[in-house]
């Protein structure tokens, strides 16, 4: 076996592996800027959840303060 042969039959397989495991690096990463880009979505909407829910909390509150004054003024609480 010549010095070529040595060479070419390490160093294909070497290649093929080298290719290998950076296509795999790759994949990889737009995995996570995928996973990132999810993140950030799921982030907007809880934020727009939370302010949702915060306006339905303030308008629950005031037809409770409504609803206590019209008690009173009726005198329908004990």
């Given amino acids: ?3 070529t042969q040595l060479f070419l039959a390490i ?3 070497t290649l093929a592996v080298l290719i290998g495991f950076l296509s795999t690096m790759v994949q990889i990463a737009t995995i996570n800027a995928r996973i990132t880009d ?3 979505r799921v982030s907007v909407l809880e934020q727009r959840f939370e302010a949702k829910f915060d306006l339905l909390m ?4 005031e037809l409770d303060n409504r ?3 019209i008690e009173d003024r009726l005198n329908l609480r004990p």
Avoid: E, K, V
Wanted: glycine share 6%.
């Fill in 58 to 61: 303030q308008q629950f509150y």
């Fill in 11 to 13: 160093g294909i397989p």
């Fill in 38 to 40: 999810l993140a950030n």
């Fill in 67 to 69: 609803i206590f004054r």
């Fill in 1 to 3: 076996m010549t010095n």
